[in-house]
């Protein structure tokens, strides 16, 4: 446990976080968990479409891979800390430099194949992915600003890439991954908080009956298992819709 930036960070700043060496460091950054979560949403509004471009849809997770798992997840490492890496400051902001240029790479590729509207859907990705992790307004850095931009854009841009056009049950898929991403920041941010801001933590219950005081971990179990659980579920249901396709 070590302090950085006035505040207290614990060895693991997040449950699948193993910091303090330049692989755990770099394996913390992308957020495995969380990266193949919100990955998953491209694919449900790919799955809606009648016809699957497996060419598309390889694009399209590709972009999101690097404007979200690299460069958003850097810039927001370089903006706080969260983490509390050893990464330096250049260090971070090659890597959200380098996600973006890969991204918008992809995004031109994509522009040749299907359509120019491909640069403009790239651009309010990379915007609104600026915005939330760099705290722009506090409208965008807010629950619902993380769970539309990580939740319900993903599975718009994923219905568009297979169609280019986006139709009710597209903008209702995106309604669910927005309320599963308003959950999973309920249950990640009070755990984010005990692990980051506190060195231990203890729950007790008043006139409870054979029920003990909870430690840090048990608290800490309450929000971070349901979490591992919906992460491991909506992968899983991303998995079982493109299984279907082949």
Known sequence: ??????????????????TGDLRGDLVALLHPPYTAWHL??????????????????????????FGTGIAAHAFDEWHGRPLGTHLSDSALLSLAGFGIAASAAVAWAGASVLSPWVLAWAAAGTLLMVGYTLEWHPALHSDMGFA??????????GYWAQTGGIEVAAVLMAGAATLLSLAQRALSTPARAVRRKTADATTHFEGST????????QLLDTWEQPLKLLAAAVVTLAAGLLAMRL
Do not use: H, N, Q
């Open 210 to 217: 054979g029920l003990a005081d909870w430690g840090r971990e």
């Open 40 to 65: 998953s949403y491209v694919v449900y509004g790919a799955a809606l479409a009648p016809r699957l471009d497996w060419l598309a849809l390889t694009g399209t997770l590709l972009a999101f891979f």
């Open 1 to 18: 446990m070590t302090a950085r930036a006035g505040r207290l960070v614990t060895a693991r700043p997040a449950f699948y976080a193993r």
């Open 148 to 157: 539309l931009t990580w939740g319900g854009f993903p599975v718009l841009v």
